[in-house]
């Protein structure tokens, strides 16, 4: 039997690789990707950090800069998590599939397409680039042209001359918006009225909000920062795309037609495709077997600790897993907080 199995080889499961391995308990890494840098392999080719590299660190070793660029690129940051990686040791186990975790006799048991792994505890930080979201809307079936996600998109070529509808007001519609705006016809779809940070605002007041954050919940108070992650961060394309006039959103469409969106108003707009960058789920299949207790649609939780089993932690899925926790900074601060309370759980006379 092992001390902990860590499910996801990504930012989250890295940044508790690195706690565990100073902790003193016996761990291994799963990871179902065949090579090093989790959801950052398959950014589309533009994608880039809001924030310079020296605000965007794993615990122990702060990213290199990368030369010519003030926002590093998904690549570099693949390469980060991979240098990473190899740099502290961490026993990464790849490709590996989890299918299942479940309770047997007091441990945890976790099923993979390579075996069992035993474990007295296990930190699922499986993220959610493997469960994109698409809002169900009528006639989706209908549209004629190809409907991609985020997750499907990687340069704007395809696109050439063609009318792209872009649903959803984050950062991934305003990046993706400005790039396919300048070989194609486009129209932004909201759900709500998208919100701009301001033009100095990026990665680095957001990294001081968390900082902020992290020091009033250590000192047991309440800190509202003034910076959301939901809003717009204003990297260099998406302020040139504000400049050429096309970062402009309308109201989210009520239907798909064979040609395109509608409106209840009567208003059409034709097109030849659509991309949804409308956000993920928690990719959370491997827990259900545990039958964890719901709360807002995802598993309850104390911190990152889950409420029925506590040895299982959850790390990176989102605010409920602790502020900025899918960010790289976010990832390190609730990391070290998970592996801490397992310090404690596992400890000789602690049960």
């Not at 961490?90 to 474990?119: I, K, M, N, S």
Request: hydrophobic share 40%; charged share 15%.
């Amino acid at each position: 039997m092992i001390d902990v199995v860590v499910i996801g080889g990504g930012q989250a499961g890295l940044a508790a690789g690195f706690y565990l391995r100073r902790s003193g308990l016996d761990f291994v890494i799963l990871d179902a990707q065949t090579g090093p840098g989790g959801a950052w392999r398959h950014g589309w080719e533009s994608l880039r950090l809001f924030s310079p590299a020296q605000y965007s660190p794993l615990p122990g070793w702060p990213m290199p800069p990368q030369p010519g660029e003030t926002f590093p690129t998904a690549a570099h940051v693949a390469q980060y998590l991979a240098d990473y990686e190899a740099r502290y040791e961490l026993p990464v186990h790849r490709p590996v599939r989890v299918h299942q975790v479940r309770w047997d006799a007091g441990a945890f048991v976790v099923g993979t397409d390579r075996g069992e792994w035993v474990a007295r505890a296990v930190i699922s930080a499986t993220g959610t680039w493997q469960s994109p979201h698409v809002p169900a809307y009528p006639g989706q079936d209908a549209f004629t042209g190809p409907q991609l996600h985020t997750v499907d998109y990687r340069t704007p070529e395809r696109f050439s001359g063609q009318r792209v509808v872009v649903v959803g007001g984050g950062n991934s519609a305003a990046q993706i918006l400005a790039e396919v705006s300048t070989v194609a016809d486009t129209l932004w779809v909201t759900a709500r009225p998208p919100r701009f940070m301001p033009d100095d605002v990026d990665g680095r007041v957001l990294f001081d909000v968390a900082t902020a954050r992290a020091a009033a919940q250590c000192a047991g108070v309440r800190h509202d920062g003034v910076a959301g992650l939901g809003d717009i961060v204003m990297v260099p394309p998406v302020r040139e795309a504000r400049d050429r006039g096309v970062l402009h959103a309308v109201p989210m469409f009520d239907r798909l037609t064979s040609t395109g969106v509608a409106w209840s108003s009567g208003r059409e707009y034709a097109c030849d495709a659509v991309i949804w960058c409308t956000g993920f789920a928690p990719h959370l299949d491997h827990l259900a077997p545990l039958g964890l207790t719901l709360t807002g649609g995802h598993p309850a939780t104390a911190g990152t600790r889950s409420v029925d089993h506590p040895g299982l932690h959850l790390l990176g899925y989102g605010d409920w897993t602790g502020f900025a926790s899918a960010t790289l900074i976010g990832a390190g601060r609730t990391a070290k907080l998970a592996v801490t309370e397992l310090r404690t759980h596992l400890a000789p006379g602690s049960r």
